[in-house]
């Protein structure tokens, strides 16, 4: 699911990693609204607020909704500096470290977001941005840029193109591939609404503890990758010993 790049990946992989993250992404999206009325999964908003502001002549809010935007930006930045950095050493680390310290950032903001909420919420929708940031630049760069998660404006454009696209393809491979991405953007759709529910229904009993949910859906992800790894090189051995016993 994340050790897959380039031509190795599948549909099923990308399906997935996109229900997987997707799930969680709106799980964030819900629960940092509720708790922040930030938006803290994207920033396509955060620049209309942001020259709002300006206009208005209020540039310390102006620099807030900046920050918002650069602390996605440094999440998308640090994602990839992980991955060239640890592919040099542990390719099987590269994808699982970033994961990791996005499962960490959500686990932190889940037991200390009630007191950031009163004291800094800012910091805690600067925290969200920044998990979101990170996970959208790491799915970005495992799915050679077919999968995101983390906003649907784009995905419902692609979903719209690709619909209309129904009507005029008429060979067979041709249907088959636009079905398959289709799958794709209504799965990632499908998740997010799911998680937005689980967020919205959690957060009303549980506050920003419904984080933890999401936090535990990624480290159960790194857990099911890495046993799936060591079941493929376990099935490459016993096949392997047949073989060298014959010589």
């Not at 310290?101 to 800012?122: K, M, Q, R, T, Y």
């Amino acid at each position: 699911m994340f050790r897959h790049k380039g031509k190795t990946r599948t549909l099923q992989h990308n399906l997935r990693i996109a229900s997987l993250l997707s799930f969680v992404a709106g799980i964030v999206n819900v629960a940092g609204f509720l708790a922040v009325q930030r938006l803290t999964t994207n920033v396509t908003g955060h620049f209309a607020y942001l020259i709002d502001e300006v206009f208005r002549l209020q540039f310390w809010k102006g620099f807030i909704y900046f920050l918002y935007i650069f602390f996605f930006f440094l999440g998308s930045f640090f994602s990839n500096l992980l991955i060239e950095l640890l592919a040099k050493n542990n390719r099987k680390l590269s994808h699982t470290v970033p994961i990791l310290v996005e499962s960490i950032i959500l686990f932190c903001a889940a037991f200390f977001g009630d007191f950031l909420i009163h004291e800094n919420p800012n910091l805690l929708a600067f925290s969200l941005l920044f998990a979101m940031g990170l996970q959208n630049s790491l799915v970005t760069t495992i799915s050679n840029s077919t999968v995101r998660t983390t906003h649907l404006t784009g995905l419902f454009t692609d979903l719209g193109i690709e619909l209309s696209q129904l009507f005029f393809y008429r060979e067979k491979e041709q249907k088959s591939k636009l079905f398959s991405s289709i799958k794709l953007r209504l799965t990632i759709i499908s998740f997010f609404f799911l998680g937005g529910i689980i967020g919205g229904v959690f957060y009303s009993r549980y506050n920003l503890y419904v984080l933890i949910i999401a936090s535990i859906t990624l480290l159960l992800a790194i857990v099911y990758d890495n046993i799936k790894l060591k079941l493929i090189i376990l099935k490459r051995k016993r096949v392997a010993k047949p073989n060298s016993a014959d010589l």
